[in-house]
């Protein structure tokens, strides 16, 4: 290989103001600025373009085969690399703007990468990158400390904008080496625009943004056994006019659960359908918008502890059916949503454990589902949706605002609803439903609906489930669904109606099609006697043979019999 300017094992050296062009070599590789095992090296408003594979490289080297000496304190300040040339040698080496690599502490203030989708060689995938630190801790500095920070600097034109990773030589490696991104700008990418596969003690974003890009992904963590993050903290990221449409947050972070995220005030970001983050300890959204993918099946946002707030879910296009399951929790064990929007357009919020074991602690606090259904597939659950709104949930494939779902049996599971809203377009849509399984144990109390009856779940099954009903209230009470004509049967259906007139039969033993706590008003329209017995039971175990003007108030209750709750008597 071959350089324009090299400093090998130097320290206190500055360079202003120089510029290497069309640096390369026959058979090899060309780096226009490569620092080696040096310290305290500045480069100030340099310029490399038009190089064989990297633009400003600084690394360290193997001492006599046995230690590895690093470079340490590099700045680079106002510093340009444009235009790599593709040599086209079949070199498997990555093309880049700037390399960092075994350097403990680097900065790079208002530095610009442009022009590198020549890449090097034709070996796929050694394709061109903006900014790459790659930074390797040997076994006998595990304990080393420093920083790398970028301030002010752009990507632009690039296969990725950053790729960063800080590795150690076994699963338990531990470092102290930090990564700090601000104000920093990827700009028509087609590949990713910050691309993270961990290692980093801390890893910052601030202020920092993707626009105009045809890339992958706006963030990839990518995170490896052996390359672990302590924190990582998102803020203020902006993805704007970046016209693919899965650009996304994936997170594939197989290493033992001991990773903290934050992304705070993050706009335009999006989940796709790929990527897991189980081995995440805790996972925080706040104040964020998301769009999720519209066939999201993967685990989004997987963690032991993930919390949301303030945030706002949408769909990245509308789905060609309703339904579709967007599994953005994962199996997360411990999840605390609260003041969230969720607009996903007739599609299902999925929560799928990986196991009918899971012990999972989900809850709802003052959030709203505007056309979404809640899907938990949980067993041995406690959830809870407290003060939340359910808006349109009828447009759901199984027409309901939460379904309780038949993955798993629901042994040990506790369902909490209070003081919840639920509005349906169509009455006949419960809220809460099951599929072939339901909670074990269920409280409903001061919620509100407008539906013929809040649920569906029973307590028929000896050893549970349980069922208490609070002081619920159903809004519609007839209103606006009209007064409905019973059929000329024995066993009139009932089904999405509250108020009824009877037909021209002479008596009625049961009315069929009611659901659990729905409540009907029969208003007679003639002699009619409604029968006391099996399926009807009546004030004083008698019939009540009814006359013309003459009503029958009845409730369905849990065992699937309608008790008499008010008659009136027209004389």
């Known amino acids: 290989s071959c350089q324009g300017f090299f400093a090998d094992t130097s320290s206190h050296v500055t360079y202003e103001q120089c510029e290497a062009h069309h640096v390369y070599w026959w058979t090899s590789s060309g780096d226009s600025f490569y620092t080696q095992r040096a310290t305290d090296v500045r480069y100030i408003n340099c310029v490399a373009s038009s190089f064989r594979r990297i633009g400003f490289v600084a690394e360290g080297r193997l001492d006599l085969g046995t230690r590895w000496e690093k470079s340490e304190r590099i700045h680079y300040e106002n510093c340009v690399a444009y235009h790599n040339v593709n040599s086209d040698d079949n070199t498997e080496n990555w093309g880049a703007g700037f390399w960092i690599e075994n350097t403990l502490s680097a900065s790079f203030k208002d530095c610009y990468v442009y022009d590198m989708n020549n890449g090097i060689g034709n070996a796929s995938p050694y394709t061109a990158k903006g900014f790459v630190a790659h930074l390797i801790v040997p076994a006998d500095d595990e304990l080393a400390a420093g920083a790398v920070t970028y301030s002010g600097c752009v990507a632009e034109t690039v296969r990725d904008g950053w790729t960063m990773s800080a590795t150690g030589p076994s699963a338990l490696a531990q470092h102290n080496i930090t990564a700090t991104l601000e104000d920093c700008i990827v700009r028509t990418a087609v590949g990713n625009g910050f691309n993270y596969f961990g290692g980093f003690l801390s890893y910052t974003m601030r202020s920092c ?242 539906t013929t009856a809040m649920t569906d779940f029973t307590n028929t099954i000896a050893t549970g489930p349980y069922l208490h009903l609070g002081d619920n209230t159903c809004l519609n009470d007839g209103g606006g669904m009209g007064i409905t004509a019973l059929d000329n049967t024995g066993t009139p259906t009932v089904a999405g109606g509250s108020t009824f007139t009877t037909g021209g039969v002479a008596t009625i033993t049961d009315f069929d099609d009611g659901v659990l706590g729905q409540t009907i008003t029969v208003l007679s329209e003639h002699a009619i006697t409604i029968t006391d017995g099996t399926h009807i039971i009546l004030h004083g175990s008698a019939n009540f043979v009814m006359a013309a003007a003459d009503s029958l108030t009845l409730v369905l209750k849990a065992d699937n019999k309608w008790y008499e709750t008010a008659r009136m008597v027209n004389l």
Request: proline content about 2%; some cysteine.
């Open 209 to 450: 943004a993707m626009v105009d890009s045809t890339a992958a992904r706006s963030i990839l963590y990518n995170g490896y056994s052996y390359s672990r993050t302590i924190n990582s903290t998102v803020e203020n990221f902006r993805s704007v006019n970046n016209t693919l449409s899965d650009v996304d947050i994936r997170f594939w972070n197989t290493g033992t659960a001991v990773s903290d995220y934050v992304f705070r005030d993050c706009q335009g970001l999006s989940a796709g359908s790929n990527g897991s983050g189980e081995s995440m300890r805790t996972l925080v959204w706040e104040d964020c918008h998301i769009a999720v993918a519209s066939d999201a099946t993967g685990k989004l946002m997987g963690a032991l502890r993930l919390t949301i707030d303030g945030c706002l879910f949408t769909l990245m296009t509308p789905p060609a059916a309703a339904g579709v399951s967007n599994s953005i929790f994962g199996a997360s064990t411990r999840v605390t949503c609260s003041n969230t929007t969720f607009e996903l357009q007739g599609n299902q919020l999925s929560h799928v454990p990986t196991a009918a074991s899971t012990d999972v602690d989900i809850s709802f606090t003052g959030c709203t589902f505007k056309n979404t259904m809640y899907f938990p597939a949980l067993a041995d659950a406690s959830v809870s949706l407290s003060g939340c709104v359910f808006e349109g949930f009828d447009g759901t494939t199984l027409n309901g605002a939460m379904i309780w779902t038949d993955h798993y049996a629901a042994a040990n599971s506790v369902l909490s609803v209070t003081g919840c809203v639920f509005m349906s377009s169509d009455a006949t849509d419960i809220p809460l439903k099951k599929k072939s399984q339901q909670p074990t144990h269920t409280i409903l109390s001061g919620n509100s609906y407008n």
